[in-house]
């Protein structure tokens, strides 16, 4: 799955580290989630999407072959 978690947490000037603490995960997770290695659970997902206040959809999507 793609997503732009990266993309905007250096829009915000945000560590992996941060945005773990602000979504109560560990930064291993982030850095997995940025490189497509973990889906989140839809409850993670709903999370990061309320913290960057997009909807699921506009941060994550299926694989474009």
């Known amino acids: 799955m793609e997503n732009d978690v990266r993309e905007l947490r250096t829009e915000r000037g945000l560590s992996q ?3 773990a603490q602000a979504l109560d995960v560990s930064r291993q997770t982030i850095n997995s989630i940025e490189k497509g ?3 989140p ?3 993670l997902a709903l999370a990061i999407g309320r913290f ?4 699921v959809e506009q941060i994550f999507r299926e694989e474009t072959a």
Request: glycine letters at 24%; hydrophobic letters at 30%.
């Open 17 to 19: 580290g941060e945005l």
């Open 37 to 39: 290695r973990y889906v």
């Open 41 to 43: 659970s839809l409850g």
């Open 52 to 55: 960057f206040g997009r909807p």
